[in-house]
């Protein structure tokens, strides 16, 4: 309960400070504004006092606040007042809020930046930080950044950048402290005091020889518990659970949550050291993740800015609405093949949705439930038959289940049998239809390696509902005409 109230506190603590600097933006803007409708003898002068007066207030409040604080406020701020707000704060936050605002927004706050600003941003930030923001980087500063590095951190650098995104070598960072197997615990132990400051994270130590090659780790609570003349090698893990560089960031996440990882140690295919995981890396790549995955779900092509142009968003939107487009007017080819039967039974006109709603619910669910299995990886040769037997069978049975409700419901209204037993019947064929549907199109896209949730709920929808116009429409054709 206190940790809950603690978190709730925090949150309402991040609402305050963008509500406090919004807050001193409009008096800004109202006072500026009233000014300017004032004749007064030297009205630049006073106008130019008072805009930095407003100024430093500002920079005053934005001073005290956390870069994290003052990512959130960015990102809620129109581009006008983003940008104002973004050249007031400390220029040595400037790297950190880089990294914590969306991609999106980074953009817009990289453009405004010249070359020099930019170098001094980054400059301040390690090398597996600048390899985050490497994509979005102008080349001619990228090229400047790395001839300012030194050899090692140079290669490291390299070394990111030359793997894919999605992979271990794009999350490990460089901040570990590697010791040898055959030197005392006491030994150890000096050594850290002298070193003074651990990375964060950091809840063991990665064991090497003189080749760098991974012999273990030690566990910081057994440096701590055990007899300062043991050995390093009498304590050590020699089997820690690590990550290779080109490894799949995903199978590293469900590593972390599967074994509650605080850190682990990357590797090269010769098993040299190169660095390591944190879970803040970690958590901040899940997150990551979730996001993108409604994004997509949503038919979003790419993170988009909440206050980006008119034009930029509705960009980012058009491909799946083409889709939609194009799949409505094919369901619209489905009604109208059955205009006279239509025109007959006026009551259709009023069911039909029903039934192509409930369709794309069922559907839903299912692919839902198969995107997240995927995702995690527990869906496999093996299995996927009896997955798909088990969603067939929730299909018909949910089929059954409100099919009779829903006959029942169209008896009540219409008193016409036939007419309740045909949308029973429909109501049981299109929930059948949409749980396969809704197994298909996810398994089919991760098949292809195709991301399985973009545009599932689009295709969904479009193919549930003339699929269900087509089932209910031609059972009421051939069976009450």
């Given amino acids: ?252 996440a469900r590593a972390f949550e599967r074994y509650d990882l605080i850190s682990a140690p990357v590797v090269d295919r010769d098993n040299r050291l190169q660095g390591r995981l944190g879970v803040d890396a970690i958590v901040d790549y899940i997150r990551d993740k979730s996001e993108e995955d409604m994004l997509s779900q949503a038919g979003l092509l790419d993170d988009e800015d909440l206050f980006s142009s008119v034009w930029k968003s509705a960009k980012n939107r058009w491909f799946w609405l083409a889709v939609n487009l194009i799949t409505a007017f094919l369901s619209t080819r489905v009604i109208g093949l059955f205009e006279h039967t239509i025109g007959q039974i006026v009551a259709l006109a009023s069911l039909m949705p029903i039934v192509a709603g409930i369709g794309g619910n069922t559907g839903t669910q299912t692919s839902t439930l198969i995107v997240r299995s995927l995702a995690l990886e527990l869906i496999t040769p093996s299995n996927t038959g009896r997955l798909v037997l088990k969603e067939l069978s929730i299909g018909l049975l949910n089929g059954a289940v409100w099919g009779s409700v829903i006959g029942l419901c169209v008896w009540a209204l219409y008193h016409d049998e036939r007419l309740a037993w045909v949308m029973m019947a429909a109501m049981m064929v299109n929930l059948l239809l949409a749980a396969l549907v809704g197994l298909a199109v996810p398994l089919i896209r991760h098949k292809l390696d195709l991301d399985p949730a973009m545009g599932t709920s689009v295709l969904l929808t479009a193919i549930t509902d003339g699929m269900g116009f087509f089932v209910f429409l031609g059972l009421a054709t051939v069976f009450l005409l």
């Fill in 1 to 252: 309960m206190a940790e809950a109230n603690n978190t709730q506190s925090s949150e309402e603590k991040h609402k305050q400070h963008l509500a406090q600097v919004i807050d001193l933006l409009d008096k800004q803007r109202l006072e500026e504004s009233l000014l300017q409708q004032q004749s007064m003898p030297r009205h630049e002068l006073v106008e130019t006092l008072l805009h930095k007066q407003h100024q430093v207030a500002l920079k005053q409040k934005l001073d005290q606040l956390h870069s994290a604080d003052i990512a959130y406020i960015l990102e809620s701020l129109p581009l006008e007042q983003r940008l104002l707000v973004w050249n007031l704060v400390k220029s040595e936050l400037d790297g950190q809020i880089l990294l914590d605002v969306s991609d999106a927004v980074r953009e817009t706050l990289i453009s405004d930046m010249d070359r020099q600003e930019l170098l001094s941003a980054t400059g301040q930030l390690d090398t597996d930080e600048i390899a985050d923001l490497a994509p979005v980087l102008p080349d001619e500063v990228m090229h400047e950044l790395l001839e300012s590095l030194n050899q090692q951190n140079r290669a490291r650098l390299e070394s990111v950048l030359g793997h894919e995104e999605d992979t271990v070598a794009s999350l490990m960072d460089f901040g570990m402290v590697t010791i040898r197997e055959d030197i005392a615990l006491g030994v150890v132990l000096r050594y850290l005091r002298r070193r003074g400051e651990l990375p964060d994270h950091t809840d063991k130590l990665f064991v090497v020889d003189k080749q760098n090659q991974l012999r273990g780790v030690l566990p910081l609570q057994t440096l701590l518990v055990t007899g300062p003349d043991t050995t390093v090698a009498t304590v050590m893990s020699r089997d820690p659970i690590c990550f290779l560089l080109d490894g799949d960031a995903d199978d590293a």
